[in-house]
């Protein structure tokens, strides 16, 4: 069953340590991630774990280089990051080669960090936020998943003015990206954020004292 807020508190919490969180671009999550830090989580960053996922040393750096070629390397050995992106851009298949290798590194990152945080506080809330949380299979990581959910028209805005972009370019974007309905459909609890700053920040702090 999903919850959407805004939501009434209740008097029954689920046991909840591990929060899988995510949403489309110009969603909110990572100022969602923000607050429920200083409320007391610790927040797991799928996308910075990506980035040392591309490491020399690392397992996924001698598979890229081994699929994409040492043209993918910059001069230090380092995987070229917008060389290996001019690779895969509109190429469906050589972007499936790259995130068969790269997620499921991600994921080994995010158990050993997950672990690492129990192993000093077995009750301590824990966030993974990963905007390809559906697409690489990893809410099943955490006891529930939290979409932060934004209606398009109000996105597109927002990715125009964040990435200064025209709006097609915004709609392309986001249409590269699961809809709305279908991360809804697989929550457990759909956050609107379509509002002021303010706003949001009080249907997070809603869900937080709801929930945990």
Not at 37 to 52: E, N, R, V
Not at 86 to 93: A, K, L, N, P, T
Request: some cysteine; glycine content about 8%.
């Amino acid at each position: 069953m999903v919850w959407q807020i805004p939501i009434k508190f209740f008097s029954w919490k689920p046991e909840l340590k591990t929060i899988c969180l995510t949403g489309g671009i110009a969603s909110g999550k990572s100022t969602a991630s923000s607050i429920f830090k200083k409320l007391g989580a610790k927040i797991i960053d799928a996308d910075k774990l990506g980035h040392q996922t591309y490491e020399k040393g690392r397992t996924a750096h001698s598979a890229l280089i081994r699929v994409f070629g040492k043209e993918i390397c910059a001069a230090d050995g380092e995987i070229n990051r917008k060389k290996l992106g001019e690779i895969v851009f509109g190429d469906r298949h050589a972007l499936k080669r790259l995130t068969d290798i790269v997620w499921p590194n991600i994921r080994t990152l995010a158990e050993k960090k997950i672990k690492e945080i129990r192993s000093i506080d077995q009750d301590q809330i824990i966030i993974l936020e990963a905007a390809v949380l559906f697409e690489a299979g990893w809410e099943t990581m955490g006891d529930e998943t939290w979409v932060i959910e934004v209606d398009p028209e109000i996105a597109i805005e927002r990715i125009m003015n964040r990435n200064g972009i025209t709006g097609d370019q915004a709609k392309s974007r986001l249409s590269a990206q699961l809809s709305n309905r279908v991360r809804a459909n697989k929550a457990d609890v759909v956050i609107k954020n379509n509002g002021s700053p303010q706003s949001f920040s009080k249907k997070i702090l809603a869900i937080w004292k709801s929930r945990v």
